[in-house]
């Protein structure tokens, strides 16, 4: 026992008779303290009960019946070490899978995390999507979103207070709704102001780019009456 605890060791055979103590009863003190040792007794058919018993309640692997055969005592050792092997190789098996496990539940935690927070901030930025909407709808100036094809993608109540009656709503191209703004937004720029007629009224009207903080390819158009024509 001292020697086992300062040594690691994969098979042991022992003799059933020993001094000081039999030897399944040492093969029992191992399996408490060194449950991983493959264990096989030596014994003669007299101690057989004692030994089927340890057998039976998993303190030895093997018992060998004496007297025995050189060669065939080498292959049950042999066969005792390639068990262990096994053994020791499923264990590492094991661990590794269970580190997998656990990599992969932390990682899922992350992922979970992350996502939370991606859905938090969706959520907040539709909140504040909702607000700008908001804001430009009951603005008292007319303005009108574009996409990237000149197709009306935003009129606010004021748009459609002035223009409804001209077929300026979402979805409509600016060019069939109101001609004469299309051609004046292609000349503006830099958010410069232009002073155009939309049927029979004066407008100064700007067009921003959007997408300094965005991905949008929109523009943003704005019209303010003027008094008098320029």
Known sequence: MALLAGKAVDVI???QRMPGMM???FLRAVKEKYP???RIVLSGYTELKSVTDAVNEGAVYKFLTKP??????RGHIAEAFHRKGIEDENRRLNTEVQTANQQLATA???LGMVLKQKQQKIARDEVNLDIVREVLEYLPLPIIGLDDQAMVVFVNSAS???FSRMGLMPGCELAYALPSLH???GDI???AAQIIEIDGAWFSVTCRAMGAQSQSRCRLITLMPCEESP
């Not at 025995?68 to 005592?73: A, N, P, T």
């Open 36 to 38: 991983d040792i493959v």
């Open 160 to 162: 459609v207070a002035l």
């Open 68 to 73: 025995w055969e050189d060669d065939q005592l």
């Open 189 to 191: 720029r830099g958010g």
């Open 108 to 110: 899922n935690r992350r």
């Open 183 to 185: 051609a004046a937004i």
């Open 23 to 25: 030897g399944v009863d």
């Open 13 to 15: 055979l022992s003799d």
